[in-house]
């Protein structure tokens, strides 16, 4: 029986390369500690005139293709960003143009890292509804333009990149069982941008005091973000009363190894469960879910009749986790 599905999936990831060595030159760390605190080895950053909505063109043709699908299909197009091309026209305006896609709505969602699946979530339910019959979710991120690169608490964490999944009424494909949603607007200070917006514009003194580019309480985030992570999983899958252990694969937003790690243990969960990119990638914020599934899906390591799991957190504070049956 048809339902909203998730029939095609697209990532795409900038060619260039940022090792640890390459950091070593440019900050005071090391490849060992940035191994050892994080996980990660290496992330892709893209061309200085590559936007996210060029990487999010390339995933949204991607998902296109793998779904039997052209830019016509599409009805409504919704992008997922922290680091749109610019504040308007928004960055799902561009990809509408970029793509060939009909003169449908489009628009940008600002979750932070949990944007997609917050946009995920919506889909569905407009597909459920019947209000649009085929849906573009994308999640594209340029963090390399937002991130200051001489803070070594920050610049050896992110990359840049694209993903794409298209939904419409499916008997086969990624349909979503159970979700939760939420946002803790009064912890939003540990993870902030703060200049760029109406209230610091982009002025020398606020670029001067280095105000455009990512702050971070690190140890905080570290701590709210297992929280959360553990809270939304579980409030999802007691909404289908589905035990945590009959979750076949677990897609975690990839933030630090050591997140991901006591996540698995905090759900009981063997790691083997969890699909890890970020060794490759960093952290990729509302990217790196989309980009993770189609590889997973690519990889063979999803099955139909499985229960896949997504799991987000993000600036605002935000948080959300996906259910999806394959
Ligand atoms: N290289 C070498 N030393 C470093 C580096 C580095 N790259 N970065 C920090 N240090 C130093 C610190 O200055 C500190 O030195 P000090 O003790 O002399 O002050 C020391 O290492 C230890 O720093 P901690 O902050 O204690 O390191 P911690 O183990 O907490 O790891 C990290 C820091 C990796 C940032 C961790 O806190 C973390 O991952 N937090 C969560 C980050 C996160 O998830 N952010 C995004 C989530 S949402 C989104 O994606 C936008």
Not at 120 to 146: D, F, P
Not at 308 to 324: D, E, H, M, P
Request: proline share 4%; hydrophobic share 45%; charged share 20%.
């Amino acid at each position: 029986e048809p339902k909203p599905s998730i029939v095609g999936t697209g990532a795409y990831l900038p060619a260039k390369v940022l090792r640890n060595s390459d950091l070593e030159s440019m900050v005071d760390t090391s490849d060992r500690w940035i191994v050892e605190r994080t996980g990660i080895q290496e992330r892709r950053i893209a061309a200085e005139k590559e936007c996210p909505s060029d990487m999010g063109t390339a995933a949204a043709l991607m998902a296109l293709e793998r779904a039997g699908l052209t830019p016509e299909d599409l009805d409504l197009i919704i992008v997922a960003t922290t680091t749109a091309d610019t504040l308007f026209p928004s960055t799902a305006c561009q990809i509408q143009q970029k793509i060939g896609a009909r003169k449908v709505p489009a628009f940008d969602l600002q979750a932070a890292c949990s944007g997609f699946l917050y946009g995920l979530v919506m889909a569905h339910h407009l597909v459920a509804l019947g209000t649009y019959r085929t849906i573009l979710v994308v999640g594209a991120e340029k963090l390399s333009s937002i991130v200051n690169w001489s803070d070594r608490n920050t610049c050896v964490l992110f990359g840049d990149g694209a993903g794409a999944v298209i939904i419409q009424q499916s008997a086969t494909g990624g349909r979503l069982l159970a979700h939760d949603l939420g946002a803790d607007g009064s912890q939003g200070q540990v993870l902030t941008v703060p200049a760029g917006g109406s209230r610091l514009p982009i002025t020398a003194e606020n670029v001067g005091e280095g105000l455009q580019f990512i702050q971070m309480v690190g140890k905080t985030v570290f701590r709210l973000a297992i929280d959360a992570m553990e809270s939304t999983a579980r409030t999802c899958l007691n909404k289908v009363g589905l035990p945590v252990d009959k979750v076949d694969y677990v897609i975690p937003h990839q933030a630090n190894m050591r997140i991901i790690e006591l996540l698995a243990t905090r759900l009981d969960l063997p790691l083997k469960r969890f699909f890890i990119h970020l060794e490759r990638y960093g952290n990729t914020s509302a990217a790196c879910i989309p980009i993770a599934l189609h590889e997973a899906l690519t990889a063979g390591n999803i099955q139909p009749g499985e229960k896949i799991l997504l799991i987000a957190f993000g600036g605002g504070l935000t948080w959300a986790s996906a259910l999806l049956e394959w």
